[in-house]
Nanobody, 125 residues
Framework: QVQLVESGGGLVQAGGSLRLSCAASGRTFTSYPMGWFRQAPGKEREYVAAINRSGGSTAYADSVKGRFSISRDNAKNTVYLQMNSLKAEDSDVYYC??????????????????WGQGTQVTVSS
């Protein structure tokens, strides 16, 4: 089972930027798409972005399109989420996840089977 550890969260003013990182253990990192999700207390986990195995294909939720960018460095077993033009409504706990399927850029949490512990992002307005 892969272990995922997120970092990079914090407090930022509206309009600012943060870069989240997710370091993965294990040898199978390059075999699976990766995704970022976010969740507020009492709400369902929400899809944010996904990237395929090679990093050549990405997908985004409409709410973050044009502001967030997902990337991966397979040599470092790390996936990133660059978040620009942050808004107060982006405040959540952000989770990275590894897909259970090997192809594409899955956009639903049911298609992911390994999750990190989450990192808090707070955007002050």
């Amino acid at each position: 089972q892969v272990q995922l550890v997120e970092s990079g969260g914090g407090l930022v003013q509206a309009g600012g930027s943060l870069r989240l990182s997710c370091a993965a253990s294990g040898r199978t990192f390059t075999s699976y798409p990766m995704g970022w999700f976010r969740q507020a207390p009492g709400k369902e986990r929400e899809y944010v972005a996904a990237i395929n195995r090679s990093g050549g294909s990405t997908a985004y939720a409409d709410s973050v399109k044009g502001r967030f960018s997902i990337s991966r460095d397979n040599a470092k077993n790390t996936v990133y989420l660059q978040m620009n033009s942050l808004k107060a409504e982006d405040s959540d706990v952000y989770y990275c996840a590894r897909s259970r399927v090997v192809l594409g850029t899955p956009t639903t949490a049911l298609l992911y089977d390994s999750w990190g512990q989450g990192t808090q992002v707070t955007v002050s307005s």
